[in-house]
């Protein structure tokens, strides 16, 4: 007999004597008075004294983290809601049918306890029960309580083990809520009306990916996961919603890394009327009231090693990125170099000479597309702080509207942090005729 096979047996068991002494095995409810975090928001600064006399009852419930049996007494810790609060049971306090039910817990049970708050003798805020109701049993152990949950790989596969396990990762959750909040209070804020779109279409557009395939059976047909909402969101901006965005789910059937995922959030939001300068600043704001809300008021995050301001984006011309931004010192580029395609082609054969991962430039690559790999290979991964890296190279960007002064570059911009690309964004091109000969003219690259 497995190991396991042996301990579901001896839960089931447990079960039964549960049922037996008169508990039921799986309730519906219990009413409980106080959260654990409530609690110990509102208690934490008690003393012994003042809760003796104020003799506070509490009805709470939660995760079963530790037994120390001692006797005919005891103590457990609870978790619940991100919360751990320590109980204390005593055979005269709570009956022979309760402290029976004490002495059977074991560790991620479930219980509901009701009592009062003391302090121990060590000064640990403790509810002194007066009533154990059970209700769940835990049929599998628990991670060992020392080590904790520590394999990577569980951990993000069985994300309830980990929240259990290791109650610091609920944190994360909490803080995508508020990400996720301040971002529909910022756009609606400026008149953002946000939608929703479908995420099984019969053509996949909007970005550059591999979809994923399914099948309606009722019509007969195949569809595809979306890879981005953007054929949607801009025909509802024909349709006379100015402003308009969607927090949604994408599907992209290709490989994984720390920076992408198989399946992912992304926000997608369109203004009409307005050009990229307006957008950059409007994300620039967007970035810094997320950052606010996320770190209660703060807009310094700790990525790392690194602590990064959403407070404000820095900004540079791709152009001018590639200068600052030149990790060898001996061959850092002038901006009038960016303009010549032999020095390009000089800068170049540099970087590769000094760096592991070369730059392999495509045949007929055009001046604008050289400097675009520069940028990307020397310079994305040293944009630590908030960055909108602006002005691209036309080839590259075949949405967005050529810069009046210069048609080899358009009005797009990509914004970095940690060296990762967080946001694109650009004039969208709406003359259909420019747009056909942009996609004839990749079409024969």
């Known amino acids: ?20 002494l008169g508990f039921t095995p799986y309730p519906h409810k219990f009413a409980f008075t106080h959260t654990l975090g409530e609690i110990i928001s509102r208690y934490t600064g008690a003393t012994a004294e003042e809760l003796a006399a104020a003799r506070v009852g509490v009805r709470v419930c939660g995760r079963v983290l530790t037994v120390r049996r001692q006797g005919r007494a005891g103590f457990a810790h609870l978790l619940e809601g991100g919360e751990k609060l320590q109980i204390y049971v005593r055979q005269d306090a709570v009956g022979y049918k309760d402290f029976t039910l004490y002495k059977m817990l074991d560790a991620g049970d479930i219980i509901g306890a009701e009592g009062y708050l003391f302090r121990t003798k060590t000064n640990e805020l403790t509810v002194h029960v007066e009533r154990l109701e059970f ?35 609920r944190q994360v959750f909490v803080t995508r809520s508020k990400i996720i909040a301040a971002l529909r209070r910022t756009l609606e804020a400026h008149g953002f009306i946000e939608v929703e779109t479908p995420m099984m279409q019969p053509l996949y557009g909007g970005a550059i990916a591999k979809p994923f395939r399914t099948h309606h059976n009722a019509l007969d047909i195949d569809l595809y996961l979306r890879i981005a909402p953007e054929l949607y969101l801009k025909r509802l901006t024909v349709g006379g919603l100015d402003r308009v965005y969607e927090i949604n789910r994408n599907f992209r059937n290709e490989g994984t890394s720390f920076k992408y995922n198989p399946e992912f959030t992304m926000l997608e939001f369109y203004q009409a009327y307005a050009d990229y300068r307006d957008l950059m600043d409007f994300s620039e704001e967007l970035l810094r009231e997320t950052a606010a809300a996320a770190r209660d008021g703060e807009t310094t995050v700790q990525y790392g090693e690194h602590s990064i301001d959403f407070k404000r984006l820095a900004r540079y ?29 000089g800068l170049m054969e540099a970087y590769n000479r000094s760096a592991e991962e070369k730059i392999v430039l495509p045949a007929g690559a055009s001046l604008g597309e050289s400097v675009g790999l520069l940028f990307e290979h020397a310079c994305e991964s040293r944009l630590i702080q908030p960055t909108a890296i602006y002005d691209h190279p036309v080839e590259v960007s075949p949405l967005s509207k050529n810069k009046p002064d210069d048609p080899a570059w358009v009005e797009r911009f990509e914004i970095f942090a940690a060296g990762m690309e967080l946001a694109n964004a650009y004039s969208e091109l709406n003359d259909p005729q420019e747009q056909r000969r942009r996609f004839e003219m990749a079409s024969r690259r």
């Open 317 to 345: 011309s791709m152009k001018e990125a590639v200068v600052e931004f030149w990790p060898y010192a001996s061959t850092r580029p002038k901006l009038d170099d960016l303009g010549d395609p032999a020095r390009v082609a």
């Open 1 to 20: 007999m497995s190991f396991e096979y042996e301990l579901l047996s001896q839960r089931y068991q447990k079960i039964r004597q549960l049922e037996e």
């Open 135 to 169: 209700l769940s049993k835990a049929l599998l152990a628990m991670p060992e309580k020392w080590h904790g949950l520590q394999d990577v790989e569980i951990r993000y596969r069985q994300r309830y083990l980990d929240l259990i396990a290791n109650p610091e990762v």
